[in-house]
DNA sequence: CGATCCTTTGACCTCAATCAATCGCGGTGG
DNA sequence: CCACCGCGATTGATTGAGGTCAAAGGATCG
């Protein structure tokens, strides 16, 4: 499993990694006053404008970020695995606040906006990889778009379990051939636009196709090519550190 | 119209809108080298990292973010109206460019980044002002999403008139009731992820409806409550100036 | 005044939604 | 220990929204 320690480093590692930061950022950062909480499924993480306003950071399970219409149907707009800071973008614009829903049981991370701002205001640079750290799950978002706007029903299944694949990796909890997809199939066709049954004989062929194993919520991908081919899938865009793949 | 200067003057009110912009940040933005070109219609300004590095702001037209998907079909991700700096997240993460298209014929005027990013670095104020417009893109994004997602095309369609409507308004061009969407049916089809055909029904189903009536490309909306109802549209996530409403 | 692009309309088909039932599993109380 | 319950996964039958294919009108422009 992992600490919050670890889950905040990660976090930092990540934040350096697409915008320079100094030691002296990173150890900012690293002593912000960690409040870590043990949070049950399916429960909103309410972050609008109670007063009580935070940023949170996932140590374990999914957040997700989700949008609710009048009808109560939602549709999640982001998954947020380990290591990921939901709503940073709090920190620049408090008024656009997101609704945030724990998938399965998790551990987060309670920032104080106020503390991170504060961070942000006495150093340039942690403003600035904040700014890129929003601006990649922006992209993020982009594709979800393209996703949703674009592809049919099997491609956007693929598409989307390459991204959590590469993410879970990314995370440094799996990799992106063996995962865990903490998700129930209706929450994941809250994600694709897809009723729960069609979720389920999507993922039914993708199996049939050999490119997917399932084992409870433990996605096991089979054909990682054929995968990423059949999803139009590429990676650029999740700004991973390519440090790593160089090496 | 519009003139380059009344551009980026709407652009700079509204970065002040959205964050605390000293006078001196102001002037500095101001001054910025306008370099305006007139671009025509359907054309590709391919701002991928091809050395010459710039944001544009869009003075007349409409500049349209898209991806492109390896069969050539386009899913465009954002509209950019007049007064709107597009792509101005390069400024913080420059590896993550977008490509950008003029729908009609449009003017634009290039803001080298590097000189946004020195902009940026020299003033705290700026940085704050330019991610607090990049979140509210994102805010707009994540509505695409929504759209996407979980709407049919005829409330699909309401809530992309709504938007486009407002943002018409808020450039000062134009009113909700009233406002030029110079996009062919085929491209209105990429935003929304229907086909052209299927536009042009839903257009006429709205027509029908009393909701809306065309002329040309000036849409003309004759019932707006009944279409904001129609699209579920709530527009605070445009987090417009109400300082203007509350007048 | 042809050429080209856009809009409009019709006929047909397909992918995914809807409706409905069954199955399997972990928890829980008698 | 076992019957019961409730949630999620699975499957079948049917429907419907939107895609596809095709063709006919309008505009606009060299």
Same mark, same amino acid.
């Given at each position: ?5 670890l ?5 930092v590692?990540?934040?350096g990694a697409?915008?320079p ?15 870590t909480?043990?949070v ?14 935070y940023a ?12 609710q219409?009048r009808d ?8 947020h ?7 940073i973008?709090?920190?620049a614009t408090?008024a656009v ?9 998790a ?7 106020k ?20 601006t990649v %799950? $922006?992209a993020? !978002? =982009?594709?979800?778009? @393209? /996703? ?5 029903? #099997?491609s ?7 991204e959590i ?5 990314q ?5 992106r051939h ?11 066709? %809250? $994600?694709?636009? !897809? =009723?729960?049954?069609? @979720? /389920? ?5 993708? #199996?049939?196709?050999k490119?997917v194993?399932?084992?409870?919520r433990i996605i096991?991908?089979?054909n ?19 440090r790593?793949?160089?090496?």
């Open positions: 499993m992992f600490s919050s320690t889950a905040l480093q990660n976090f590692a990540r934040l697409l915008s930061l100094s030691n002296e950022d990173a150890a900012v950062l690293m002593r912000l006053p960690v409040d909480t043990r049950r499924g399916n429960l909103d993480i309410l972050s609008t404008g109670d007063g009580f306003d949170c950071l996932v140590v374990s399970g999914i957040v997700a970020r989700f949008v219409l109560g149907s939602r549709q999640y707009t982001a998954f695995m380990p290591g990921d800071m939901a709503d973008h709090r920190v408090p606040a997101s609704s945030l829903q724990t998938l399965s049981t551990t987060i991370i309670r920032f104080p906006t503390d991170l701002k504060a961070a942000a205001l006495a150093s340039p640079g942690i403003t600035q990889a904040f700014w890129a750290y929003a %799950d $922006a993020l !978002l =982009t594709q979800w778009v @393209v /996703n949703l706007g674009r592809r049919d029903a #099997k956007r299944m693929a598409h989307f379990l390459c694949g590469m993410r879970s990796e995370s440094g909890l799996a990799d063996e995962f865990i997809l903490d998700a129930s199939q209706a929450q994941i066709g %809250d $994600a694709l636009g !897809l =009723t729960p049954v069609h @979720v /389920n004989r999507t993922l039914k062929s993708l #199996k049939e196709s490119l194993s399932t084992d409870g096991r991908v089979l990682w090519p054929a995968l990423a081919a059949l999803g139009d899938f590429d990676p650029t865009y999740l700004q991973l550190d390519n790593r793949e160089a090496a």
